[in-house]
C-alpha cells in the first residue's frame, strides 16, 4: 500500500495562478483532510470530507476550494493564487468508527508563490 | 472551538536522558482523543502516541509515555533514553468526536545532544 501521496512535491506559482493539488489514498478511508503548515506554527485546517461527494469548511478556507468526485481522491484548488498561500500542505486520511481516530498523513506539498 | 498549547517552542535533552513536553488543551467536550505526532525534517508527520479521553490510564509506547490529567486538561509526553533520531518537531493534537476535526498545537522543537 502506498498510504497517502500528493502530487506534486513542490510548485512555484506567480501571483494570480491556479493550481490544483492532488491527494490520493488507498486505504478505502472515508475522511480525507487538507491542512497547511506555516513556520512556528501548527497544522490548520483549510477542508475536509466526510466522504464521497462531501465537503467542509475548516479553520482557514478562504482562497481554497476543494473537491471529492472520488472516494481515493481529495483535490485542492487555488483559483487566484496570493503569496500568503505560500506554506507546506498536507492531505490526510482517517477511518470513521475506528477506535483510534488516527489520521494518515502524506508527504506535504511546498508551494510558493511570488 | 478547541484550543491546544505548547508552551515551549524548543527545548533540548542529552542523548539517553529523559525530557518532558508539555501539552494543554481547552474543551468543554467530553469525547474526544488526543495525539502527538513528531516531524522530522523529511516533513513526513509521525504518530507518536495516542489518548483516549475516556481512559484514565495513560498511554505507552515503548520509550514514550503520556501523563493525561483530564480534569487539568493537560497531556505531557516524556522521552525516555533520549535518541538523536528523537530530534524533530513535536506537535500535540486534539481530535474532536463531535466536529470530526484535528487541532494542532504550536509545537515545540527537540534537539538531542550527544
Known amino acids: 500500500n502506498a498510504g497517502v501521496t500528493q502530487t506534486p512535491k513542490f510548485r512555484v506559482l506567480k501571483t494570480g495562478q491556479s493550481m490544483t493539488l492532488l491527494c490520493a489514498q488507498d486505504?478505502?478511508?472515508?475522511?480525507m483532510y487538507w491542512y497547511r503548515q506555516d513556520p512556528g506554527m501548527g497544522l490548520r485546517l483549510i477542508h475536509y470530507s466526510v466522504g464521497e461527494g462531501t465537503t467542509a469548511k475548516g479553520e482557514v478556507p478562504d482562497g481554497y476550494n476543494v473537491s471529492r468526485l472520488k472516494k481515493q481522491n481529495f483535490l485542492l484548488g487555488l483559483e487566484s493564487a496570493a503569496p500568503s498561500q505560500t506554506s507546506v500542505y498536507f492531505c490526510?486520511?482517517?477511518?470513521?468508527?475506528?477506535?483510534?481516530?488516527?489520521?494518515?498523513f502524506g508527504p506535504g506539498t511546498r508551494l510558493t508563490v511570488t | 472551538a478547541q484550543t491546544v498549547t505548547q508552551s515551549q517552542p524548543e527545548m533540548s535533552v542529552q542523548e539517553a536522558e529523559t525530557v518532558t513536553l508539555s501539552c494543554t488543551y481547552d474543551t468543554s467536550e467530553s469525547d474526544y482523543y488526543l495525539f502527538w505526532y513528531k516531524q522530522p525534517p523529511s516533513r513526513q508527520m509521525i504518530l507518536v502516541i495516542r489518548?483516549?479521553?475516556?481512559?484514565?490510564q495513560n498511554a505507552t509506547e515503548n520509550r514514550f509515555s503520556v501523563n493525561f490529567q483530564k480534569a487539568a486538561k493537560s497531556f505531557s509526553l516524556k522521552i525516555s533514553d533520549s535518541q538523536l533520531g528523537d530530534a524533530a518537531m513535536y506537535f500535540c493534537?486534539?481530535?474532536?468526536?463531535?466536529?470530526?476535526?484535528?487541532?494542532f498545537g504550536s509545537g515545540t522543537q527537540l534537539t538531542v545532544l550527544p
Open positions: 490526510a486520511s482517517s477511518r470513521p468508527g475506528s477506535a483510534t481516530y488516527e489520521q494518515y
Open positions: 489518548q483516549e479521553a475516556y481512559k484514565q
Open positions: 486505504m478505502n478511508h472515508e475522511y
Open positions: 493534537a486534539y481530535y474532536s468526536g463531535s466536529a470530526r476535526q484535528l487541532t
